[in-house]
Nanobody, 123 residues
């Protein structure tokens, strides 16, 4: 019923940048709450950033000052701009979405998930 698709992952050198995109759509209504999570092999999935429909944001301490989450409601697309990338940012990045106007910061609060896009930071 609801489709969530990420794109924009790839290989980048330390200090470089990438921008991830997320399209979330429903048949009649589009999900409005959105978050980005990441998961490295052998580790739990963790929140990177979240944004409400109105633009309120939250960032994990590890990415504050380097990553920026945003959304274009007209295009029904969310973005994660990642700057000054570090090797520890390497992971599969997932976009998550749900209906609701609040800011959601827990993985348990999200209903729909994309399949993930790989981000590798290496020299």
């Amino acid at each position: 019923q609801v489709q969530v698709v990420e794109s924009g992952g790839g290989l980048v050198q330390p200090g470089g940048s990438l921008r991830l995109s997320c399209a979330a759509s429903g048949r009649t209504f589009n999900p409005n709450g959105m978050g980005w999570f990441r998961q490295a092999p052998g580790k739990e999935r963790e929140l990177v950033a979240a944004i409400s429909w109105s633009g309120t944001t939250y960032y994990a301490n590890s990415v504050k000052g380097r990553f920026t989450i945003s959304r274009d409601n007209a295009k029904n697309t969310g973005y994660l701009q990642m700057n000054t990338l570090k090797s520890e940012d390497t992971a599969v990045y997932y976009c998550a979405a749900r209906y609701g106007s609040s800011l959601f910061t827990s993985r348990y609060e999200y209903t729909y998930w994309g399949q993930g896009t790989q981000v590798t930071v290496s020299s």
